[in-house]
């Protein structure tokens, strides 16, 4: 079992910034990889970036390479998206997910977090 507990999100205006955490924990989540993925309202869930916990390899969806940073913290036992340059399209419902191998898909990834509101204002 993977428990995942996020945190950051809000209320930014076209052109800033913020950084969505999620914090693991359980007993094998070392052996698993990080994904954030997103769900805009009427729309499919939207894969975002992931990062595998051993060695920190990194898949980002193409559209939003350069613009959004996946990174993680050891000590913390926490993954951090980096999200730069936000437009109105990022509006949407952030999660973070496990699974047990790095994939660009979300049905890839088994444990969720309870997901966190990222609405940009234009």
């Known amino acids: 079992q993977v428990q995942l507990v996020q945190s950051g999100g809000g209320l930014v205006q076209a052109g800033g910034s913020l950084r969505l955490s999620c914090a693991a924990s359980?007993?094998?989540?070392?052996?698993?990889?990080i994904a954030w993925i997103r769900q805009a309202p009427g729309k499919e869930r939207e894969f975002v970036a992931a990062?595998?916990?051993?060695?920190?390899?990194?898949v980002y969806a193409d559209s939003l390479k350069g613009r959004f940073t996946i990174s993680k913290d050891n000590a913390k036992n926490t993954v951090y998206l980096q999200m730069n340059s936000l437009e109105p399209e990022d509006t949407a419902v952030y999660y973070c997910?496990?699974?047990?191998?790095?994939?660009?898909?979300?049905?890839?990834?088994?444990?969720w977090g309870q997901g966190t509101q990222v609405t940009v204002s234009s």
């Open positions: 997910a496990a699974g047990p191998r790095l994939r660009s898909y979300d049905s890839a990834y088994d444990y």
């Open positions: 359980g007993r094998t989540f070392s052996s698993y990889s």
């Open positions: 990062i595998r916990w051993s060695g920190g390899a990194t």
